[in-house]
């Protein structure tokens, strides 16, 4: 049975990357993933957000790419020695903070795809998102905290949807590069989507034997971090099922022009 995670908008999907920030949001110092990003996916006609989970030094989820506070705000402490309040005094001027438990009421009709980027964050998030599971889509570079997170879901009675951190792809890619599907059984059954680059480093990873093998199992295909709207094309072509794009305006438009 497909999760209603996915059951939001037809494929191809555009997954807003950290939300949206305009040229001109950017000139006026606003930055991704901060309340404002989030609400200019919204406005935009996004359907799918994407976003990552740190914990503050007070306990509290937020969404924040970045272990350290230096490139977004110019501070060099890590997020989980900073106190949510001080980090709401931060992102003031550059969008406004914005905490897993706000996006998660704030935008009802919203569909998250949440990377858990801190091992900390982990059970929280899972809490969380257990009550909205239905919309969310709980995802790691690290399996053992993406299991970690949706075991806290699960605890409390949701069942988000989730794609493969890096070891479950990994052996996916592997099985299907050797026509041995059948070794990696168990990982596609640990997941709804696989979430990929094209290529890592000199290895490609997207390839039609993997699309081919994760359609027949039901598992969609997301392509990051895709801008330029020609590569958007080419990839829908080859029939990825989403993009995850810091362009949303211009992969919905695409998708527009193209009658999905």
Same mark, same amino acid.
């Given at each position: 049975?497909?999760?209603?995670?996915?059951?939001?908008?037809?494929?191809?999907?555009?997954?807003?990357?950290?939300?949206?920030?305009?040229?001109?949001? !950017?000139?006026?110092?606003?930055?991704?993933?901060?309340?404002?990003?989030?609400?200019? !996916?919204?406005?935009?006609?996004?359907?799918?957000?994407?976003?990552?989970?740190?914990?503050?030094?007070?306990?509290?989820?937020?969404?924040?790419?970045? *272990?350290?506070?230096?490139?977004?705000?110019?501070?060099?402490?890590?997020?989980?020695?900073?106190?949510?309040?001080?980090?709401?005094?931060?992102? *003031?001027?550059?969008?406004?903070?914005?905490?897993?438990?706000?996006?998660?009421?704030?935008?009802?009709?919203?569909?998250?795809?949440?990377?858990?980027?801190?091992?900390?964050?982990?059970?929280?998030? +899972?809490?969380?998102? @257990? =009550?909205?599971?239905?919309?969310?889509?709980?995802?790691?570079?690290?399996?053992?905290?993406?299991?970690?997170?949706? !075991?806290?879901?699960?605890?409390?009675?949701?069942?988000?949807?989730?794609?493969?951190?890096?070891?479950?792809? *990994?052996?996916?890619?592997?099985?299907?590069? *050797?026509? $041995?599907?059948?070794?990696?059984?168990?990982?596609?059954?640990?997941?709804? @989507?696989?979430?990929?680059?094209?290529?890592?480093?000199?290895?490609?990873?997207?390839?039609?034997?993997? $699309?081919?093998?994760?359609?027949?199992?039901?598992?969609?295909?997301?392509?990051?971090?895709?801008?330029?709207?020609?590569?958007?094309?080419?990839?829908?072509?080859?029939?990825?099922? +989403?993009?995850?794009?810091?362009? =949303?305006?211009?992969?919905?438009?695409?998708?527009?022009?193209? +009658?999905?």
């Amino acid at each position: 049975m497909t999760h209603a995670w996915f059951a939001a908008s037809p494929v191809p999907r555009v997954l807003a990357h950290r939300g949206f920030v305009s040229a001109q949001s !950017a000139a006026d110092g606003v930055v991704e993933n901060s309340f404002a990003a989030v609400a200019a !996916a919204h406005a935009i006609g996004a359907t799918y957000v994407e976003s990552d989970c740190h914990l503050t030094a007070d306990g509290e989820v937020v969404l924040f790419h970045d *272990a350290d506070l230096h490139r977004v705000t110019g501070d060099p402490r890590p997020i989980a020695s900073v106190r949510l309040a001080e980090l709401e005094d931060l992102m *003031a001027e550059r969008g406004g903070l914005i905490t897993l438990r706000q996006a998660l009421e704030s935008f009802p009709t919203v569909r998250f795809n949440l990377d858990v980027k801190a091992d900390a964050a982990a059970a929280p998030a +899972g809490r969380l998102v @257990a =009550a909205h599971a239905q919309r969310v889509l709980l995802t790691s570079f690290s399996d053992v905290r993406r299991r970690r997170a949706l !075991a806290a879901a699960h605890h409390e009675g949701g069942e988000p949807a989730t794609s493969g951190g890096r070891s479950t792809i *990994a052996r996916i890619v592997a099985a299907v590069a *050797a026509h $041995l599907p059948g070794a990696a059984h168990s990982a596609w059954d640990d997941v709804d @989507a696989l979430q990929i680059p094209e290529r890592q480093g000199r290895l490609r990873l997207l390839t039609p034997r993997l $699309l081919d093998a994760a359609h027949e199992r039901g598992v969609e295909v997301h392509v990051w971090t895709v801008d330029d709207p020609a590569e958007m094309a080419r990839l829908l072509d080859l029939g990825v099922d +989403g993009i995850v794009t810091d362009r =949303a305006d211009a992969g919905l438009d695409l998708l527009d022009r193209r +009658g999905r």
